[in-house]
């Protein structure tokens, strides 16, 4: 069986660092690794319209947002097939047949989706469009024979529901789709990073990001004034470490070179929780420590962004030869279900000879 990944991104906005440290930065280690025989990263501007039916020029001017971040975090198209989802038409094919086996209390019962609807007070009115996409994700993944799925701990409920989907067709029709794995960051902390807020999640929505893109005096205001312990108000008190963002997002970034480099008095990131635990140590001083780790993880990201923006015709071109590459692929597993499901009709030679047999017995 080959190695196939794929993953990907809505683009309903730019990308933030939650991205970055829940999967991008994963996928691009995968991808400088090796080891794999493709690796599909999928636009999918499908799946953001499902709550942006209404602003669809919204996703149409993301789409290029978010191939500009992919290629300054170094995904290189080259050993990458970036593509839109829209434009690969077999995987409308796939959601339709797989609809077919999903019922409606299980969508209901997935935890992503009941998270999601909640945020977006979609309760009392649900767009089918939005509560189908499990199965429009399925399809996805499915539609390249994919089996290695970088994700954050949020889409783990997805990968499961995929599995299940998997196991129903390969029980119907034959052993025909494969089953995919979810890898998550090994950095518990990475897996779902808080807003700046200290809000549980980080959103374009509740406007708590710190951008792959911002630049470097927007990064400083945003981690300025970032949530710490409210009631360490003077620098000898005692504070919490548990819940101050700027620690957690520490957790997320800092290696023990960047204390060498920017906070020598300090051995390590545990060195310098102890010490602000037991009182000396100022949010401030946290805050510009922070600020210093993130600058070294994010200009050089902002530099290779500045380049392509500077040749946005030639990021068109990487996502139109892509998107034609996954056409390619994808039709061919929509070949083989419909030929397992037996209604490639006028492909199946052998139905048509019995059909005629059946009228016309004596071959006249």
């Known amino acids: 069986?080959?190695?196939?990944?794929?993953?990907?991104?809505?683009?309903?906005?730019?990308?933030?660092?939650?991205?970055?440290?829940?999967?991008?930065?994963?996928?691009?280690?995968?991808?400088?690794?090796?080891?794999?025989?493709?690796?599909?990263?999928?636009?999918?501007?499908?799946?953001?319209l499902t709550d942006n039916w209404d602003n669809p020029e919204k996703v149409r001017q993301n789409i290029i947002e978010v191939a500009l971040d992919y290629l300054s975090i170094g995904l290189d198209p080259e050993k990458v097939t970036f593509f839109i989802q829209s434009q690969v038409k077999g995987l409308f094919e796939?959601?339709?047949?797989?609809?077919?086996?999903?019922?409606?209390?299980?969508?209901?019962?997935?935890?992503?989706?009941?998270?999601?609807?909640?945020?977006?007070?979609?309760?009392?009115?649900?767009?089918?469009?939005?509560?189908?996409?499990?199965?429009?994700?399925?399809?996805?993944?499915?539609?390249?024979?994919?089996?290695?799925?970088?994700?954050?701990?949020?889409?783990?409920?997805?990968?499961?529901?995929?599995?299940e989907i998997v196991r129903s067709i390969n029980n119907l029709y034959g052993e025909t789709l494969f089953e995919p794995q979810a890898v998550l960051p090994e950095n518990l902390v990475c897996r779902r990073l808080p807003g700046t807020d200290g809000n549980a999640k980080m959103s374009k929505s509740l406007g708590n990001c710190i951008y792959l893109s911002d630049d470097s005096e927007t990064v400083r205001k945003k981690v300025m004034s970032m949530y710490t312990d409210p009631n360490h108000i003077r620098i000898e008190d005692p504070g919490k470490v548990e819940g101050n963002t700027v620690f957690t997002y520490l957790d997320a970034f800092s290696e023990t070179s960047d204390f060498e480099k920017y906070l020598p008095e300090y051995k390590n990131l545990d060195d310098?929780?102890?010490?602000?635990?037991?009182?000396?140590?100022?949010?401030?001083?946290?805050?510009?420590?922070?600020?210093?780790?993130?600058?070294?993880?994010?200009?050089?990201?902002?530099?290779?962004?500045?380049?392509?923006?500077?040749?946005?015709?030639?990021?068109?071109?990487?996502?139109?030869?892509?998107?034609?590459?996954?056409?390619?692929?994808?039709?061919?597993?929509?070949?083989?279900?419909?030929?397992?499901?037996?209604?490639?009709?006028?492909?199946?030679?052998?139905?048509?000879?019995?059909?005629?047999?059946?009228?016309?017995?004596?071959?006249?």
């Open 1 to 48: 069986m080959e190695r196939i990944i794929l993953t990907g991104d809505r683009p309903t906005g730019k990308l933030h660092i939650g991205h970055y440290v829940g999967s991008l930065k994963m996928r691009k280690e995968m991808q400088d690794k090796g080891g794999y025989d493709k690796f599909y990263i999928e636009i999918a501007d499908v799946q953001a």
């Open 272 to 364: 310098l929780k102890n010490a602000y635990k037991h009182g000396g140590v100022g949010d401030v001083k946290i805050k510009k420590f922070l600020y210093q780790v993130l600058e070294d993880e994010l200009a050089p990201i902002r530099e290779k962004r500045h380049y392509y923006e500077e040749r946005i015709p030639e990021v068109y071109e990487i996502l139109r030869k892509g998107t034609n590459d996954a056409n390619k692929k994808c039709n061919e597993v929509v070949k083989r279900l419909e030929e397992n499901m037996k209604i490639n009709y006028f492909e199946d030679t052998e139905l048509i000879k019995a059909q005629s047999m059946k009228y016309t017995p004596n071959g006249d």
């Open 94 to 163: 796939l959601t339709c047949y797989y609809l077919d086996v999903v019922t409606l209390a299980r969508l209901q019962r997935n935890p992503t989706i009941k998270s999601e609807l909640k945020m977006r007070n979609f309760e009392g009115n649900i767009p089918m469009g939005f509560l189908t996409y499990p199965v429009s994700q399925a399809a996805d993944i499915t539609g390249f024979d994919a089996t290695i799925i970088p994700v954050g701990d949020d889409q783990e409920p997805m990968i499961e529901q995929t599995r």
